[in-house]
């Protein structure tokens, strides 16, 4: 378990440095072997050293201080809108329970009909941009996440705004002059849920904006970007995966669906080299495994086959993230495998699925930026999902609860 955290936190000797341009120092390590010290940069910001031999148990007296903007994710801002129904509906539509989707033509009127037949619910949605939200609820520092993505100069496109300013995130929206703001229909039966996602403007994400609010991605110490971006701006992907890359700073990447793995494989493929943490549930990673001709539908040996794939950074060894459910969370980096209980719910407390993978990897993401041991980091994730499901959409309670 020490292993994975310091590889992936830490890359070698240095752990976390708290500004991009704090140097690896040769000055040697105070306190024991195995054990953090802290160090003054020539620029007067602190930084923190790691001996070459650790314990978990050590990890955890040196928790990194949440700051402004030290987690950064860009994706695809959606309104939700929700409601339960029935398989009738589903199939009116050719939808299926726990899957996502994007609109095809076929799909437009269902959105008229879900707000004139079905008892809807609007909610602030998007894959990553849940992700953010969650960390942002459980960071509790106000703009130690930002979030780039685009909506529409509309109704639609304030609730969003306001959503991810209430809840303390710094969202930095690209404004599309023609679109409206993308919507995602939640389509709930039983604990199922399935998403089909109306992009509009926020398949509009120009790189131009990115190149213009560079400066607070650099400023992160870790970008996470969700795979449903792939079919948005994948040259904007490329950008801060390559910026982490040489800034020797964290690119986390997930596959986020099945139809993503197959149809959008090239770019999906050309970000992959930059990647240091990947996000997958067995069906995605499955999915991966036969696009690639892995010739295996094992999940530690897919987990192992995609941590050993060519990567630009080798400061940092890639870690395999793969969630089942309610199964373990299996965690593979440099050859190493860990399997993670999930802690199981009453099944009469769970009220909406929806988002919780994304709830799972804000948790997760939340702790990671601390410095927390790898432990802590599925602890949270789990945490955070639980939490989720209890509620309607990617919504919790006003102050977080974990310990």
Not at 32 to 48: D, V, Y
Request: contains cysteine.
């Amino acid at each position: 378990m020490c292993y994975c955290t310091r590889s992936y936190i830490f890359g070698r000797r240095v752990c976390f440095i708290f500004n991009n341009h704090a140097r690896k120092s040769s000055t040697p390590l105070s306190g024991k072997p195995g054990r953090f010290a802290a160090q003054r940069t020539e620029l007067g910001r602190w930084q923190l050293l790691y001996s070459h031999s650790t314990m978990a148990s050590e990890a955890k007296k040196a928790k990194v201080a949440v700051r402004e903007g030290i987690l950064f994710g860009m994706g695809n801002p959606l309104l939700d809108i929700s409601a339960p129904a029935d398989q009738a509906f589903l199939e009116k539509y050719g939808l299926k329970a726990n899957d996502a989707i994007l609109a095809e033509e076929k799909h437009q009127p269902m959105y008229q009909d879900m707000v004139d037949n079905l008892k809807v619910e609007y909610i602030a949605g998007g894959a990553t941009q849940n992700s953010i939200r969650v960390a942002q609820w459980l960071l509790q520092v106000s703009h130690a996440t930002t979030f780039f993505g685009s909506i529409g100069k509309d109704k639609f496109g304030e609730v969003l705004k306001n959503a991810g300013e209430h809840d303390g995130v710094q969202v930095n929206y690209h404004y599309d002059e023609e679109k409206p703001t993308g919507t995602c229909a939640v389509v709930i039966t039983d604990n199922n849920r399935s998403l089909c996602a109306n992009l509009a403007a926020a398949n509009c994400y120009k790189k131009e904006h990115l190149d213009k609010n560079m400066e607070l991605v650099k400023k992160a110490d870790l970008c996470y970007i969700g795979g449903f971006f792939l079919t948005v701006s994948p040259e904007s992907i490329l950008a801060v995966a390559q910026s982490c890359a040489e800034d020797n700073r964290t690119f986390a990447l997930n596959l986020s669906a099945p139809f993503l793995c197959q149809f959008f494989k090239e770019p999906m493929m050309k970000a992959m080299p930059y990647v240091d943490i990947l996000f997958g549930n067995e069906t995605e990673a499955k999915t991966f495994a036969t696009e690639q001709k892995f010739g295996t539908e094992d999940l530690v040996e897919i987990g192992k086959k995609i941590a050993e794939l060519e990567k630009v950074n080798k400061e940092r060894k890639r870690m395999v993230v793969i969630t089942q459910g309610t199964d373990d969370t299996i965690i593979i980096q440099d050859g190493k495998v860990e399997h993670f209980p999930v802690v199981k719910l009453d099944p009469s407390k769970i009220l909406d699925t929806n988002a919780a993978g994304d709830a799972f990897v804000g948790g997760f993401l939340s702790q990671l930026v601390q410095g927390q041991p790898l432990k802590d980091c599925v602890r949270c994730g789990n945490y955070a999902a639980s939490t989720v499901i209890q509620h309607s959409g990617c919504t919790y309670p006003a102050k977080p609860d974990f310990q």
